[in-house]
T-cell receptor
Framework: EAGVTQSPTHLIKTRGQQVTLRCSPI?????VYWYQQALGLGLQFLLW???????NRGNFPPRFSGRQFPNYSSELNVNALELEDSALYLC???????????FGPGTRLTVT | RKEVEQDPGPFNVPEGATVAFNCTYS??????FFWYRQDCRKEPKLLMS???SGNEDGRFTAQLNRASQYISLLIRDSKLSDSATYLC????????????FGDGTTLTVKP
């Protein structure tokens, strides 16, 4: 069974630009979660999508947004990038009615 | 006070040792509990869910104490490959889907 996949693996952007990160969940999983992990810090919850709807959101500004597609894949968009947005962005998925989350390898974003 | 707190360590133990980590949570409405391991610059991997009755998977035992609001992870017969950061995760019933991760406890197993 294929795991959660994310693209791209690495990304370098400059301040003020916009970025889109992509995530494909494990087959049969309907929920997708996004997390931010700055270097040396813990995981911060960003967004939860389930069945195409945004179900919950962490304490992040509106320039962090996303969506989930009918095939359950998801995108995370970050507008007006700031230096402190540099981090590992992790996507996870889970089966219906389960909070056991399985993570993808992440996208490492560097903002210069 | 953080919603989920872990002793950051590091815990440095010799191979074969038994080591235990605790994780405390502040919200009594917490519903689901998990342990993950994360290797340096890698994604977290689910180690085990924590059930009210406790559960065991090989050398790993997880327990939940709702009265004192903590979960624990016991690792017996530590291996070099157990070296990692261990994250506890809590889901709160009233805030479905928002998992709160502890900052992790770092374990180093030495020969």
């Amino acid at each position: 069974e294929a795991g959660v996949t994310q693209s791209p693996t690495h990304l370098i952007k400059t301040r003020g630009q916009q970025v889109t990160l992509r995530c494909s969940p494990i087959s049969g999983h309907t929920s997708v979660y996004w997390y931010q992990q700055a270097l040396g810090l813990g995981l911060q919850f960003l967004l939860w999508y389930d069945e195409g709807e945004e179900r919950n959101r962490g304490n992040f500004p509106p320039r962090f947004s996303g969506r989930q597609f009918p095939n359950y894949s998801s995108e995370l968009n970050v507008n007006a990038l700031e230096l402190e947005d540099s981090a590992l962005y992790l996507c996870a998925s889970s089966r219906p009615n389960s909070y056991e989350q399985y993570f993808g390898p992440g996208t490492r974003l560097t903002v210069t | 006070r953080k919603e989920v707190e872990q002793d950051p360590g590091p815990f440095n133990v010799p191979e074969g040792a038994t080591v235990a980590f605790n994780c405390t949570y502040s919200n009594s409405a917490s519903q689901s509990f998990f342990w993950y391991r994360q290797d340096c610059r890698k994604e977290p991997k689910l180690l085990m869910s924590v059930y009210s009755s406790g559960n065991e998977d090989g050398r790993f035992t997880a327990q939940l104490n709702r009265a004192s609001q903590y979960i624990s992870l016991l690792i017996r017969d530590s291996k070099l490959s157990d070296s990692a950061t261990y994250l506890c995760v809590v889901n709160i019933r009233t805030n479905a889907g928002k998992s709160t991760f502890g900052d992790g406890t770092t374990l180093t197993v030495k020969p």
